[in-house]
């Protein structure tokens, strides 16, 4: 084999393995149940106001109660109570293992199980419940984590 046919071969494993990693790139930008159970519970033990955005409207009908200012003021309160600031509060989530079922074409059931990182008593689990289909992308609704007071 050639030096010519050489870099031939090399520039086509190249521009190869150069396509397939864009397609990867745009399918895992695609959303699904799951992604968004695990952005929405990376925000929520982030204490990210963002959170909102990914609650379907259910959870956010009544206008004149803020569920997730209420649930980040109630977070401030305890930690205050504790004798902390509230930002010993947040927490990073790793080893997220999702589990997922479609309960129909818009609505699935995502359990999520992960690790709960802070500086004091790092291993906790974490479920997520019910994400369903609204506006051509997928929210959080149910009784996620105790974000709602019961």
């Known amino acids: 084999m050639g030096s010519g046919n050489k870099f031939v071969v090399l520039a086509t494993v190249i521009i190869v ?14 959303e699904t149940p799951g ?18 955005d990914l609650l379907c409207a259910e959870m956010k009908e009544d206008e004149a109660v803020d569920v997730v200012g209420d649930y980040l003021f109630r977070v401030a ?6 004798g902390f600031d509230t930002s010993w509060k947040k927490m990073v989530l790793a080893h997220i293992e999702l589990e997922t079922k479609m309960v129909d074409e818009n ?3 995502v359990q999520i199980t992960c690790e709960r990182r802070r500086s004091i008593n790092p291993v906790f689990g ?3 419940n019910t994400v369903v289909k609204e506006d051509d992308g ?8 105790s974000l709602i007071e019961s």
């Open 17 to 30: 393995a150069f396509v397939l990693q864009i397609v990867l790139i745009g399918a895992d930008r695609h």
């Open 35 to 52: 992604t968004t159970a695990v952005n929405f519970s990376k925000a929520y033990f982030k204490l990210d106001a963002d959170m909102d």
């Open 77 to 82: 309160e305890e930690a205050r109570a504790e």
């Open 107 to 109: 609505t699935a059931e």
């Open 126 to 128: 974490a479920v997520a």
């Open 138 to 145: 997928w929210k959080v609704c149910g009784q996620p984590f």
